[in-house]
């Protein structure tokens, strides 16, 4: 059974900045693609960024480019998101996901593994 752990989250004030990480028991999703997907209360889970087995091809939610950024070594089962000028509207429990093919694509339905989340609350 693969097991998926983030870890990172907190509670922060608007402008600041949090780096979440994503940690996976088996080396083999190295050949998968990861992701990271978020939840507000009352919302539905959304797509936030997604990376390649081999970080060649990255995406992102329009609401959050050029604010984050999704990494990951190469042959590596971990990844990371950096999230700078952090916004009220970014509160939610992050999500760590690992896709069942060698990309990461922003449909939920794609992933086969997911963490428990880690929360990210951002204060005015």
């Known amino acids: 059974q693969v097991q998926v752990s983030e870890s990172g989250g907190g509670q922060v004030q608007a402008g600041d900045s949090l780096r979440l990480s994503c940690a996976v028991s088996r080396r083999t999703a190295s050949n998968n693609g990861m992701a990271w997907f978020r939840q507000a209360p009352g919302r539905e889970r959304e797509f936030v960024a997604g990376i390649s087995w081999n970080g060649g091809n990255i995406n992102y939610a329009e609401s959050v480019k050029d604010r984050f950024t999704i990494s990951r070594e190469f042959g590596s089962s971990s990844a990371s998101l950096q999230m700078n000028r952090l916004k009220p509207e970014d509160t939610a429990v992050y999500y760590c996901?690992?896709?069942?093919?060698?990309?990461?694509?922003?449909?939920?339905?794609?992933?086969?593994?997911w963490g428990q989340g880690t929360q990210v609350t951002v204060s005015s």
């Open positions: 996901a690992i896709s069942r093919t060698a990309v990461a694509s922003m449909a939920r339905n794609t992933y086969q593994y």
